[in-house]
């Protein structure tokens, strides 16, 4: 049996960063270096040459510094093909989150990146939340297929002003990692990496007011096999009139509020069970085999070459048992469970958190306040930090020379750029980490996906699309301004639904809103009408390698949506969408069931 590791609350000193901002303009292919701006202790410089970035980066006046880049994976991909220094670069997936340059002594220059801070948002959508909008970009700085409307700066009177638009971006960092920083810390947390793991000091530090037991690996192990994701489906397909489109308040944070949750303190399991009682009288998980009825939209999602789907037929898999509990309420036959995850006693350890950080947003929203964000990304963040894998799958990017120090020299891999070559490795997990509790995220994405349903039910499944918190309909819903009610979106609008995640809105002044998952805003629109979209795309540090390019290269893709959707069974469908579809559930016979482990016992 694994050693009892609890997840306690927390108590720490805030420690305040210091604060910079950088911003890299160019790429690593033909245009090369073109310039860049740090903004530091109320000043800001500019650039024209990277060795003398680098020669004022590294030097002791960024000592222990930490400097963020909005998308730091092309700005250090930029940079790391003429690094001669000693760092270490880490990486989740392929994206770069943390740069640490050693100095001199015990000191660092760290590079951290701010979009996954402001949760992926966009610069100009930073900027535009806290007021200092991003100026369009120069012409230089883009493709020549690239329309740029004109502008002028008002220091220099320039038209399409490379310096100030340069600077400009690195303020919007600056200032909003400023803004970020003050308000955590005068709320009495530190500021750490991302910020899910700021919400999870927060979270510790002000409203965790129990010592909860970290479930044992096996546990969640076996948890993790009922942990899906939101629900993404297009019902129909076509051009659809009068649509009425709605939003749940803060989705996630709403259930997290209201939901009770297994208490790990009291678990039993994984064990083999044959009582229906078990998955009716507490909260937990268990494998099961069940029928899902004839239904427009079924209820229990199931996973199957690597996607979600929701049908109809003889289910076996592993769930919650408030999903299962809400599926039999619906007309689900239980046939057999087989084992079963469980806790003998609930809990509520996210009420006083989210009601709280809830409460702020509204208050600070209301008065217009730009950091209403914060608490925003904070809320919606938090739940993910549970379901985190243990592996996580961090990895390492060192120079060669810091590789032939290395005393341990197995399991890297080695890239090159330019003639330089760099070690990379995966970081090692040696214990999961106190907070890991994969029930309970699974649980909260179960109790959203209920949510979900509960409206499209209440509407007799005349929905249209739905995606994890927003359903369109051609009815009127009953709205309100309070934590998981619902908030009208837009109304009597038509909508041209090509797949999941990918369709057109025309508002009822005439607005055209086009959504395109995967594709850039400036091509989702035609991507939209013509199901193929060409646009230019910067590399990533392992792309790159893998394309034997270079880091931050642009390169043109282009990508055409050959599947509209598998996951339902549409009528009268054809290739380019110019027929209405409706459609029904696939039968779960349809589809290649991924295995369940045969048993999960303690390691």
């Not at 793991?197 to 010592?211: G, I, K, Q, V």
């Not at 949506?561 to 559930?585: C, E, I, M, V």
């Amino acid at each position: 049996m694994s050693e009892r590791q609890y997840l306690k609350p927390l108590e720490s000193k805030v420690r305040p960063r210091e604060l910079a901002s950088i911003d890299l303009e160019g790429d690593g292919g033909e245009r090369g270096f073109i310039s860049a701006a740090i903004c530091y202790d109320g000043d800001y410089r500019l650039y024209r040459s990277r060795d003398l970035l680098l020669s004022d980066l590294l030097s002791r006046r960024f000592r222990n510094v930490h400097v963020y880049a909005h998308n730091l994976t092309y700005d250090f991909g930029m940079l790391l093909p003429h690094l001669r220094v000693d760092f270490d670069a880490f990486m989740i997936r392929g994206r770069v989150f943390k740069v640490r340059f050693r100095l001199p002594g015990k000191n660092y220059v760290y590079l951290n990146d701010s979009l996954g801070m402001y949760a992926g948002l966009s610069l100009a959508d930073v900027g535009d939340a806290i007021g200092l909008s991003k100026f369009p970009t120069p012409p230089a700085f883009v493709s020549e297929s690239e329309h740029v409307p004109e502008w002028r700066c008002e220091v220099h009177d320039r038209l399409w002003c490379e310096e100030c638009y340069n600077i400009r971006d690195t303020l919007i960092v600056q200032r909003a990692m400023e803004m970020l920083q003050d308000q955590v810390n005068l709320d009495g947390v530190s500021m750490y990496n991302t910020l899910p793991a700021t919400s999870m000091a927060y979270w510790r530090t002000h409203h965790l007011d129990d010592e909860f037991l970290t479930p044992f690996q096996y546990r969640n192990d076996f948890a993790r096999l009922g942990y899906m994701g939101g629900r993404v489906e297009s019902y129909n397909l076509g051009v659809w009139g009068d649509v009425n489109v709605y939003d749940v308040r803060s989705l996630y944070p709403s259930v997290m509020s209201t939901g009770a949750l297994p208490h790990p303190n009291y678990m039993r399991g994984p064990k083999e069970n044959d009582r229906w009682s078990i998955i009716e009288d507490y909260e937990g998980l268990s494998e099961v085999e069940i029928v899902a009825p004839d239904m427009p939209i079924p209820i229990l999602p199931y996973r199957a070459g690597g996607k979600l789907y929701f049908p109809t037929g003889r289910l076996q898999g592993v769930w919650t048992h408030a999903e299962l509990r809400y599926a039999i309420s619906n007309g689900y036959t239980p046939v057999s469970v087989f084992r079963s995850l469980y806790s003998v006693k609930q809990c509520w350890p996210f009420k006083s958190f989210v009601d709280s950080l809830y409460g702020r947003r509204r208050i600070l929203d209301d008065a217009g306040d730009p950091r209403q964000l914060i608490y925003k990304i904070m809320l919606n963040s938090l739940y993910g930090k549970f379901g985190q894998r243990s592996d996580g799958g961090l990895e390492r990017l060192l120079p060669i020379s810091a590789y032939f120090e290395d005393q341990n020299k197995e399991g890297y891999d080695f890239i090159e750029f330019e003639g330089e070559v760099f070690a990379r490795k995966a970081v090692p997990t040696f214990r999961q980490p106190s907070y890991i509790n994969v029930l309970w995220a699974s649980y909260i994405t179960a109790y959203a996906r209920i949510r979900l349903h509960q409206i499209m039910r209440s509407v007799d499944y005349d929905v249209l699309y739905c995606d994890t918190d927003s359903i369109f309909t051609h009815h009127e819903l009953e709205v309100g301004g309070g934590l998981g009610e619902l908030q009208l979106e837009h109304r009597n609008c038509t909508v041209d639904l090509i797949a999941p995640k990918v369709y057109r809105l025309i508002l009822s002044d005439g607005e055209v809103v086009t959504r395109a998952k995967g594709v850039p805003k400036a091509a989702q629109d035609l991507y939209a009408l013509h199901h193929v979209a060409t646009y230019d795309k910067p590399l990533g540090i392992l792309e790159a390698s893998r394309r034997k390019l270079t880091p931050s290269q642009w390169v043109r893709m282009v990508k055409h949506l050959h599947n509209r959707d598998p996951k339902r069974a549409y009528t009268d469908l054809d290739r380019f969408g110019s027929k209405n579809s409706t459609s029904r559930p696939l039968d779960v016979s349809l589809l290649r069931p991924e295995a369940l482990p045969l048993s999960v016992s303690p390691a």
